[in-house]
């Protein structure tokens, strides 16, 4: 779970709430071209709330700003294999600054951070791919190792993958059943 550190003051929290009410409109409207104004007023919301954290100074906001790129590169990345000489050079931190800025705004260091990544991708995939083999899911979202990776899978979950995967799928089956079932 990721808890924001970015906030907005209450006149800019006003704007925002004020361009959400606007997007609003436009769709319980429906007139001609409001998807367009709607897509306009979305990222004109956007633009606003980025020039917004970008004035940010707390020291956890400036933490996750600079962490920001470390972040967006694990997140795309997260598959390959990733050093964090990788994620230095990728962010023009030096190794100390990435360290202590990701700890700053995740609480966990880029390789703690990478780990649970790529348990959740890992966790996503068993449910959504129940014909592959939880080495293969393994392999798929970057962990070499199938025995390092059911080791933190069971440490996060509190259940071995295939135990996971049974207990999802076995309840959406249930769940799928009693939607099915006549009335």
């Not at 791919?129 to 979202?141: C, F, H, K, Q, Y």
């Amino acid at each position: 779970r990721f808890n924001s550190r970015l906030r907005l003051s209450l006149t800019d929290l006003k704007h925002a709430m004020d361009m959400v009410r606007e997007m609003e409109k436009e769709v319980a409207q429906k007139t001609p071209g409001y998807e367009f104004a709607v897509l306009t007023g979305f990222m004109r919301l956007i633009s606003f709330l980025c020039q917004c954290y970008s004035r940010s100074t707390t020291p956890q906001s400036l933490a996750l700003l600079r962490a920001d790129k470390a972040i967006q590169y694990l997140q795309t990345h997260y598959p390959q294999p990733i050093s964090i000489r990788m994620l230095t050079d990728h962010t023009h931190q030096s190794i100390n600054s990435l360290l202590r800025n990701f700890k700053a705004a995740t609480g966990q260091s880029p390789m703690q951070y990478l780990v649970q990544l790529r348990l959740r991708k890992a966790a996503d995939l068993l449910v959504a791919r129940p014909d592959m083999n939880v080495t293969g899911a393994a392999l798929a979202v970057g962990f070499n190792d199938s025995n390092y990776f059911a080791r933190q899978f069971r440490k996060q979950f509190r259940v071995s993958p295939r135990a996971f995967r049974k207990t999802i799928v076995d309840s959406l089956r249930g769940h799928a059943l009693v939607h099915a079932a006549p009335a």
